[in-house]
């Protein structure tokens, strides 16, 4: 049975005269009501944006299994051990000797599939560049270009980048040169660096792009001259086509550091117009302000227009600061999207908010009133006013929910195709179960990246509405229909549920339900944390805990006052000998008083963080342990550490297994109870009982409830 407890994000539908539509068959749809306007606030969806690192030393027979958590995780991968160009010997006058070249060796695959099952089950995305060299070491490649090539086939045969596709995000071509931005080196040539990206592109999954370090490179690989890079345009489905740029000297001077030297910044904008929209480009802005500022590129009346041209995806989170001292406004502002909603926002905001795609919900009308086995209409605009398009096709899908409980259906929309500047037009034809319960439904559109299921919702695409967004569910609002009783047509029934075009059908019977469920995402949805969760209050803060057999969950809600907020986790179990204690910096550092934190996910926004932390051996949690006090506590880096907030309980018992517990825990999903109900025994007094609150009162069944059940059963029987 399924087993789905979440929670139901509450939305405010504005008061509005309600205004129709008409489809082309005629049938009047009705607006849902809902706030079009652009919502000025930072949204951190899947595979763009600002970025985090992992800087990753691998050695031979010594790759650790590294933890990663954000949205876009870049992985730093340094395998200069094992190149003789590295792993040598340097004496007292700086004479350099030449080590031995080594293969990747079985605990360097193992160590890096470690680090990328880590950033599935965080909910993370990734980008990853191999390279020699992490300190601007000059010539650290391996003695000869066959050794470059033979690594290169090594992770490729390893098969690891195509184990992970739905989650890679872009793979730098990198490998050669100082830190692999391929200068410095001893192929660093374009005529190397065109060997490189070729042989990359034979390993990398045809869904990910493949990016250079300067546009040369590609005209060299593509055997174009440097003069038709501005009116090349790649063939769709092409190798070509999804190569991009990864830019390390961004916004630093007319040529960005050398990125734009052959071809020039000219040409090369001109072909990132069209070459960016379906593959990556992002990177680093320059470290040395003093220097760009001897420039006009920076300003924002030239950068903000060439982030838009050239479709920038993601920065390394270090947006130039002097950008707050720049108010955005229309002389900023490109006039084929509506940014007004920024007029007023300094450009650092401004600038901060768009990397990527960002969409925004600008109109939907949809049927207002059906049947049960009927059709439901849905008509919806998005405008993407966000710098880039989502590069990797997402998965789409329509939920229908009602009181928690909800049923989902495959959709063939492409939000690729939804383009930086322009607005998206979009129609769902839905057809709907003939068991579907009448009453009120919510609409919603469910765009995610990567692999994921009902029990693991992550890396879900949230619009930039106020108030339209379920965390829970990972989805957005679209509207509501009213669904009638249908008569019986003594027809079979059909309890399919599809979209019109769509190649999925889905079972309608199969109802999921997210009372209860914890969705580590640093909001808190009006179904998440029941009151039964909440174990400490005080005038200023609220701290919720709850344990299942594999995780325990924590949720604190404090003042938002700390400039810089370190979010602090301290437990110490009875028959731990010391403390364990975990915190997450606002700048992306994460301190562990243990070895090994894997597993642990920490979401934090604003004064609301939440932890998973798995009942694991590098934890010593484990079912029915007790702990002798659990601390949350927050600190401002930016105001000496000092503490802004302390929570602490003592004596909490972890989840354990109750004997005769049905599903191997002691909770039980409320549809899943309806079904079993129907199955033991056709009875709908039960089931009105059951519905009304008779069984339980907190909107979960647990162990207690399904013996009460058991005896009414028997009492019928």
């Not at 306007?37 to 650790?64: F, H, I, L, Q, R």
């Not at 018992?653 to 025994?681: C, H, K, M, P």
Request: glycine share 8%; net charge negative; aromatic share 12%.
């Amino acid at each position: 049975m399924k087993r789905i407890i979440a929670s139901l994000l509450a939305f405010t539908i504005t008061s509005c005269i309600i205004p129709f539509t008409a489809t082309a068959q005629g049938e009047i749809l009705t607006d849902s009501g809902i706030d079009y306007t652009e919502a000025v606030s930072t949204v951190n969806n899947p595979g763009v944006g600002y970025t985090s690192t992992v800087w990753y030393v691998c050695k031979p027979n010594d790759t650790p299994v590294k933890n990663p958590q954000g949205n876009l995780v870049v992985l730093f991968i340094d395998i200069g051990a094992f190149s003789s160009g590295v792993n040598g010997t340097t004496d007292d006058n700086g004479n350099y000797t030449e080590g031995t070249d080594y293969d990747l060796d079985e605990s360097f695959f193992e160590g890096l599939r470690g680090t990328l099952e880590n950033c599935r089950k965080n909910g993370c995305t990734a980008g990853i560049r191999f390279r020699y060299d992490a300190n601007g070491k000059t010539n650290p490649e391996p003695a000869t270009f066959d050794k470059v090539l033979e690594h290169i086939r090594q992770i490729g045969d390893s098969g690891i980048l195509s184990e992970y596709e739905d989650i890679l995000m872009y793979v730098e071509s990198g490998f050669v040169g100082a830190w692999g931005e391929q200068h410095s080196g001893k192929y660093t040539s374009v005529e190397y660096k065109a060997k490189v990206l070729d042989a990359m592109l034979k390993i990398v999954p045809e869904s990910v792009s493949v990016t250079v370090r300067t546009p040369d490179t590609f005209c060299m690989w593509a055997g174009i001259e440097k003069s038709e890079l501005a009116g090349y345009i790649a063939e769709d489905n092409t190798d070509a086509g999804r190569v991009g740029l990864y830019n390390d000297g961004y916004m630093g001077s007319d040529t960005d550091l050398g990125t734009f030297i052959n071809p020039n910044r000219e040409s090369s904008v001109e072909w990132m117009k069209n070459q960016m929209k379906h593959t990556y480009y992002g990177g680093e802005f320059s470290g040395n302000i003093s220097y760009a500022q001897g420039y006009d590129t920076y300003l924002p009346e030239n950068s903000i227009a060439e982030m838009y041209d050239t479709h920038l995806s993601y920065i390394n989170s270090n947006i130039w600061q002097l950008y707050k001292d720049y108010t955005f406004s229309g002389e900023y502002d490109i006039q084929k999207c509506d940014n007004s909603a920024y007029y007023g926002e300094t450009v650092y905001q401004f600038m901060r908010d768009h990397i990527g795609y960002r969409f925004v919900l600008r109109d939907s009308d949809l049927t207002s009133d059906t049947i049960q086995g009927g059709n439901i209409t849905v008509n919806f605009k998005v405008e993407n006013t966000g710098f880039a398009n989502p590069v990797k096709k997402q998965n789409a899908q329509v939920i229908l929910e009602k009181d928690g409980n909800y049923i989902v259906c495959e959709s063939d929309i492409d939000s690729r195709k939804w383009y930086s500047t322009e607005t998206a037009d979009e129609t769902l034809n839905l057809k709907l179960p003939e068991n579907i319960e009448e009453g009120d439904w919510n609409i919603y559109l469910r765009l995610s990246v990567g692999d994921i299921d009902e029990n693991n919702i992550q890396r879900t695409v949230q619009f930039s509405n106020n108030n339209i967004y379920n965390s829970s569910l990972g989805a957005n609002f679209l509207g509501t229909v009213r669904i009638s009783r249908a008569e019986n047509t003594g027809l079979p029934e059909d309890n399919s549920f599809y979209e019109e075009g769509a190649d999925t059908v889905s079972d309608g019977t199969v109802v999921y339900s997210y009372n209860g469920k914890i969705s580590i995402d640093g909001v808190i949805g009006e179904r998440e944390w029941l009151d039964g969760n909440l174990v400490l209050e005080t005038e200023k803060s609220r701290l919720y805990v709850t344990s299942d057999r594999e995780n325990l969950y924590i949720c604190a809600v404090v003042p938002d006052t700390a400039k810089a907020p370190v979010y602090n986790l301290q437990w110490k179990g009875t028959d731990d000998k010391n403390r364990y204690w975990i915190y997450y910096q606002s700048n992306g550092f994460v301190y562990f008083s243990g070895e090994d934190y894997s597993g642990v996910v920490c979401k934090y926004n604003g004064g609301v963080v939440e932890w998973k932390i798995p009942l694991a051996e590098n934890m010593n949690l484990y079912q029915g342990k007790m702990l002798e006090y659990l601390r949350v506590f927050v600190q401002d880096s930016a105001d000496s550490w000092n503490v802004t907030e302390d929570l602490k309980i003592n004596n909490y018992t972890l989840y354990s297994a109750v004997e005769g517990d049905i599903n191997g825990d002691n909770l039980f999903n409320v549809a899943d109870a309806v079904t079993l109900q129907r199955w033991l025994l056709n009875d709908e007094t039960i089931i009105a009982d059951w519905q009304s609150g008779d069984l339980y009162t907190d909107g979960i069944l647990n162990v207690f409830d399904l013996c009460i059940m058991k005896q009414k059963l028997s009492d019928l029987i």
